[in-house]
């Protein structure tokens, strides 16, 4: 079988965690080079899973004739510029979200590689999930009716560290919502199969007061979809870990999904749904009948694994990108209408104009 060989910029951080031991285990996929600032530090990465070769510099690794495509995972500040460099060497690209500082500058970022011809997918590996899988199949074969509602939390403790670039807007652009809801943002308009119309959000810096830790670590964004359905999302830099609850739940006129611990870095979680046969009449009693439903199954593999293979099979196959970064430029632009709206005290509607 022909493999797409990859070369990775930004090796540290989540490429070292997640994305490199995910694309050792891609039947589709190896591992030809690694780049890093620290050579000496990069160099430990490439004989911990058996690279190539090591650079410190993106040309050297984009000279680099047996590199195919490769995965950036830097800063944000820097991804426009080094996607237009790998798409200049021809390298077809896989890159962490956001694709850039402000959603103009990724949706110039698309066209430019677009016209250079080389693919561009965003790191949007959730929706590679068994059970967002599942929610998605149940919700398009109607099981529970029409979506009403939708909920999502998501968060990590993060408090201040000098030189954290997460904390730095200069660098990551935002906070918990730039960093957590575009990936639940993503989920709620993926899983129901429907479009952003209008968004409003509240953005707050609320316990790390630090002066250089200058962006949100508390976000609500309230999203109302192509059918009026009424979705919010939840993201927290402060909730720790020991007790956070990562969330993604629909309800719907004949049913729920109530999706836990189904976001996130590993393919685990469960989903309790209930699929009502018929709806019963208004009961003046007001009481709560709680159905216990039904868990939801699957086979669980590596997030990481799968977006590997999808994102080789689009490239060696000529297959549709399963999350072209086009999809995450229509993110970034909800985002940027939400951060207007925690600014002004307005509600927006979404335009992709």
């Known amino acids: 079988m022909k493999k797409l060989r990859f070369g990775v910029i930004g090796a540290g951080g989540?490429?070292?965690?997640?994305?490199?031991?995910?694309?050792?285990?891609?039947?589709n996929a190896e591992l030809a080079a690694v780049m890093g600032p620290n050579l000496a530090r990069t160099e430990k990465i490439r004989e911990k899973y058996g690279?190539?070769?090591?650079y410190d510099q993106e040309e050297a690794l984009l000279q680099d004739p047996e590199v195919d495509a490769v995965y950036i995972a830097t800063p944000v500040a820097e991804h426009a510029r080094q996607a237009k460099l790998a798409a200049d060497y021809g390298k077809h690209i896989l890159m962490e979200k956001p694709l850039a500082m402000t959603a103009a500058e990724a949706e110039e970022t698309v066209r430019y590689c677009t016209e250079k011809k080389v693919q561009i997918a965003a790191g949007l590996m959730m929706r590679f999930g068994t059970q967002v899988q599942n929610m998605k199949k149940a919700i398009a074969e109607g099981k529970i009716g029409t979506v009403v509602s939708g909920y999502a939390q998501f968060s990590v403790w993060l408090p201040f560290e000098e030189g954290n670039w997460r904390q730095i807007k200069a660098k990551a652009g935002g906070g918990a919502m730039m960093d957590l809801s575009v990936h639940t943002l993503d989920l709620m308009e993926y899983i129901s199969g429907m479009r952003v119309t209008q968004v409003a959000s509240m953005n707050e810096k609320i316990a790390f007061p630090e002066e250089k830790y200058d962006v949100e670590d508390s976000s609500t964004m309230l999203l109302r979809m192509e059918n009026g359905a009424q979705c919010v999302l939840q993201s927290n830099f402060n909730i720790p870990d020991e007790v956070a609850r990562w969330r993604v739940e629909f309800f719907g006129t004949k049913g729920r999904l109530m999706g836990d611990t189904v976001i996130g870095q590993m393919d685990t979680g469960t989903v309790n749904a209930v699929f009502l046969e018929k709806n019963n009449g208004y009961s003046a009693d007001q009481t709560h009948h709680?159905?216990?439903?039904?868990?939801?199954?699957?086979?669980?593999?590596?997030?990481?694994?799968?977006?590997?293979?999808s994102f080789a099979d689009s490239v060696l196959n000529g297959k549709p990108l399963v999350v072209p970064a086009s999809d995450v430029v229509h993110l970034q632009k909800i985002m940027e209408y939400a951060y207007r709206s925690s600014a002004e005290m307005k509600v927006f509607p979404v335009t992709d104009a």
């Open 51 to 54: 690279a190539k070769r090591a």
């Open 14 to 27: 989540i490429a070292d965690r997640r994305t490199i031991p995910g694309l050792l285990q891609a039947k």
């Open 290 to 309: 709680d159905e216990k439903g039904i868990s939801l199954s699957g086979e669980f593999g590596n997030l990481y694994t799968r977006e590997i293979e």
